[in-house]
């Protein structure tokens, strides 16, 4: 293979044909496979405690909790923070 060939291929202009993108969760850098998840699926991967919600932020600054049955995508660069369930009455 010559150098630029090895060059080329090293190039990568976006996201497409990785199988880990990089995203964060409570403001800690993690690599996880990219793609779409399940709640519960994406707390594992995530490294999240199941008894905690899980917020998206958008790139507007907005926080979108992510809901039990509801599948997200993860992209690169993605942001995500884990917080204690509101409670509702008791």
Not at 21 to 41: F, N, Q, W
Request: hydrophobic fraction near 30%; proline fraction near 3%.
């Amino acid at each position: 293979m010559t150098s630029q060939a090895i060059e080329d291929t090293e190039k990568k202009p976006d996201d497409h044909g990785k199988d880990f993108v990089e995203v964060s969760i409570d403001g800690k850098p993690k690599s996880i496979h990219r793609g779409s998840y399940t709640l519960p699926d994406l707390k594992q991967a995530l490294g999240v405690d199941a008894s905690l919600d899980l917020d998206v932020i958008e790139k507007d600054g907005a926080f979108h909790t992510i809901g039990d049955n509801e599948r997200t995508t993860v992209k690169e660069g993605e942001k995500f923070i884990s917080h204690v369930k509101k409670g509702g009455s008791s």
